[in-house]
């Protein structure tokens, strides 16, 4: 087979970021149908949260001065004069040789500088008996405590989980500007390729499989994703097809043999759809090595080897940088873990391998038992739990040495 | 505080396990839909996969007896009487002597049993010589060797992810009965929580960060999420609300205040709407002890602090078991991975924390730098990857030991 700019994987995902260019386009949308999504501006905090002194916990706040010395057999005595309700104002400030009452989250009077939780008093009709010192600041969260007025809440590429959406709610922030999602269209290629719905197949034919478990990535992702069905193997069918999906998508991902003439005729329709081309023939990776990324003036145009699995691999390991590269997101991509091998697994130095693995655990210890099977078998996906990953740098692993586990969740 | 039924983390899994039953209802759906579902009953292969003999690789189908012998200095010599065609079936058997040129995934010829690489061949003029000897079903893909009629291809209680679909889709199956994902309510309580949208607080006040990051999360899970807005700390009021919600929903979750008063009282509403109310009162668990779990005539009813990050907590460690349990789910929950922390540890024998983290990544090591803050600052949540996890039976962790560290991804 003739590959011509075979690439590693790390090669791959530098070329990812020098050929796809992030999207420019942005849109604010409601603060509830922005998780997942990436912010396309720097954001600060309007407001101080919690925006007012408030207790860490129920006690009662005082000076912390009343309290030095105090302890389990020298009580400390303060005049409680009163109680704060959640969600009020305290009724007055607080004086030395007081207390008052404040619940968790409760606003704390003016003078006060700690809160002694309430285990550690006893309040014997008013007269509070101390038996522990606090110092200042101690159970009290200050008013710039959580966010800063003014400070940086949130910088442009962040990505927005629950936690980055509750900081802005804090703010009353109630729509963000994020980067509009890329849509991911997709094609089946090859004359063995059948619609789903086909009855009765013929011998030598499939069902578009592919199609099936892209789409089902794409959506579990979150993204739109554009189904354009099958393709025979025809070079003007083929181009005329992806011109069309590629003018209503980001990037175009199609699939189809892996056979040399199919590769080199899909680096051909890759090159015909605009510049700069095909550059990466072949990536030195198992499975998929027969994949082509081209960059159609400036749109990525990936083509994955057809055999389900590998197809699958392939869009695993190089669809999501691509994605987070569209939307200008840099940070962790998928998950990952830890564990050990329960078999010697053989690799090619300078071959990046991704093996089919189930996880289990035994007493604390997680271990990777490695399904081996032919690229073309989905039924080894259907058992995994992930990919264990062996660098191109190493020439395999030993039974109980530790690997990464790329998980499929 | 008075926590009269406090349980440890894992007997608060195993209680969930035990209050709360699987939903029984469950839905065709067809298989684009389906992705992230249970599947709701076993579901048998109706064909073989691939359903032909095919080729692993681009090469010759040989019958191996006849290449027995042949290498790089004495090849054998075999006549090539044809080529198969993608999708097509060959035009004739192949008998000793011969061979034919089959693609990766294309169909074998009758007869033959293995295939020669293309590397491993030179075709000269209709005479193959070839270099290496194949042993019998060496590159052949066998018709049942991904699935085979009449196995059984996936279980009830299965999660439907791509790949399973896959292996659905290959088999023609275009519709398949999943179970009703639960539907989750969601209420704010408390005086001092003011909606979104309020423009200016007065002192004592925030806004209802609790009911953005839940429904966050839910959504980002792929469940329905109903959000049931705010409701004072009235007895009556609340009750009412949260009957309604239950209503029309599977499960409750409600977050309050975190004060003695409170949590008191959210106990009495739970345990108001139905048998056999509250079972958790108190997890020892950090933060987020003051959480209570009860049943209402079977559906769970969950009230979270009201810390804005020890609900996030709380709702990340037991709203995915809750959830899987309520749709008979028993595998792998949310991603972990395992990382050296960069600082001591403290923690109480006997309670389980989770330390907000940082992922970083130093040469081959991932490091887990803590995150200190108190509880209720979603700050420190907006800085983190993850939650280190500190075992009940830990007394902490020293800097540079190998943590478990849950991915917020």
């Given at each position: ?8 994987v790390?090669e ?66 303060l ?8 969600g ?34 006893e ?10 010192h606090?110092?200042?600041?101690e ?11 003014g ?43 059948k ?20 789409g089902?990535?794409?959506k579990?992702w ?81 083509a ?11 869009f695993?390991?190089f ?66 739990d ?15 040495e ?8």
């Amino acid at each position: 087979m003739k590959f011509f700019n075979v690439k590693t994987v790390e090669e791959t995902f530098q070329l990812i970021k020098e050929y796809y260019s992030p999207i420019q386009e942005w849109k604010m949308v409601p603060l509830e149908e922005a998780v997942q999504h990436i912010l396309a501006k720097d954001i600060h905090a309007t407001e101080n949260v919690p925006g007012f002194r408030r207790s860490a916990v129920d006690g009662y706040a005082v000076l912390a001065a009343d309290t030095f010395g105090a302890s389990e057999n020298l009580p400390a005595y303060l005049n409680v004069t009163g109680e704060v309700k959640m969600g009020e104002q305290p009724s007055k400030p607080l004086f030395s040789g007081e207390a008052m009452y404040v619940p968790t989250g409760g606003m704390i009077p003016e003078h006060s500088n700690a809160v002694v939780m309430i285990e550690h008093c006893e309040d014997l009709d008013g007269l509070l008996n101390l038996y522990k010192h606090v110092m200042p600041g101690e159970n009290v969260i200050e008013a710039d405590e959580d966010l800063r007025q003014g400070s940086l809440l949130l910088k442009k590429g962040t990505l927005l989980r629950a936690q980055e959406l509750g900081a802005l709610a804090s703010q009353g922030i109630v729509e963000v500007p994020v980067v509009r999602k890329p849509i991911i269209a997709y094609l089946s290629t090859g004359n063995e390729v059948k619609a789903l719905e086909t009855k009765e197949l013929l011998p030598g034919q499939v069902r578009d499989m592919n199609g099936m478990t892209i789409g089902a990535l794409v959506k579990e992702w979150g993204y739109e994703f554009k189904y354009g069905g099958i393709v025979n193997d025809d070079f003007d069918d083929l181009k005329r097809k992806m011109q069309q999906m590629l003018a209503e998508a980001d990037c175009l991902f199609i699939s189809g043999g892996s056979s040399v003439g199919v590769m080199d005729y899909s680096s051909d329709v890759l090159n015909s759809l605009g510049k700069p081309g095909v550059f990466v023939h072949g990536i030195s990776i198992k499975p998929g090595k027969p994949t082509i990324m081209a960059s159609a003036e400036g749109k990525p145009v990936i083509a994955l080897p057809g055999h389900p699995a590998s197809a699958m691999v392939i869009f695993h390991v190089f669809a999501k940088k691509i994605l987070n590269q569209l939307q200008g997101y840099e940070g962790l991509d998928s998950p990952f873990t830890f564990a050990k091998t329960t078999r010697n697994i053989p690799s090619a130095a300078g071959r990046t391998d991704y093996v089919r693995t189930r996880l289990f655990q035994e007493g604390e210890q997680w271990l990777a038992e490695p399904i081996f099977g032919k690229s073309g078998l989905i039924s080894t996906l259907v058992n995994s739990d992930g990919l264990i990953e062996i660098p191109a740098r190493s020439e395999g692993v030993q039974k109980g040495e530790l690997v990464t586990v790329k998980l499929f969740l």
